[in-house]
């Protein structure tokens, strides 16, 4: 799985049977067929291999290739503690738009990676980040009990 940087505000993510645009709205495109699907909101769906549960203020998981990743928009307020538990462990977490919340949410999340578009996005939290035009990640890269790491992709 790769993810690289489609604006300043969204990401592409390849898998092995879709490409996944995250902005404003999902957009799934098959990589045989070239078939789109595009997701708005809230709820479950099962497209192309790929589990995407969707909660409100733009916030998405997702399950494939034995990963778990999650999206979140440009979050104001804090997550609820429900909401949290009902997103469960994320492997990536991608925060797009400076999310003025974004120490707290990675804390309570814990995900292993965080991937963000902005270069300064932690500058006051101390938290190292490492450049990428892509970032690649598989199933076996991921180490139990590391800290989180923070992924800074650049512009193509």
Do not use: H, W
Not at 91 to 103: C, E, H, R, Y
């Amino acid at each position: 799985m790769d993810i690289s940087l489609q604006s300043s505000t969204s990401f592409k993510i390849k898998t092995k049977t879709a490409n996944i645009e995250i902005g404003s709205s999902i957009k799934l495109t098959n990589i045989q067929t070239e078939v789109v699907k595009e997701i708005t909101g809230p709820g479950e769906y099962e497209i192309m291999g790929i589990s995407i549960m969707g909660y409100k203020n733009n916030i998405f998981v997702y399950e494939f290739e034995k990963l778990r990743l999650c999206s979140v928009g440009s979050l104001e307020t804090q997550l609820s503690d429900d909401l949290v538990n009902e997103i469960g462990d994320v492997d990536v977490l991608m925060i797009a738009n400076g999310s003025k919340i974004a120490d707290d949410l990675i804390s309570k999340i814990e995900p292993y990676f965080v991937v963000v578009p902005i270069e300064n996005f932690f500058k006051d939290s101390g938290i190292a980040s490492e450049n990428l035009a892509k970032f690649t990640l598989k199933e076996e890269d991921i180490i139990e009990d590391q800290n989180t790491k923070v992924i800074v992709l650049e512009k193509k």
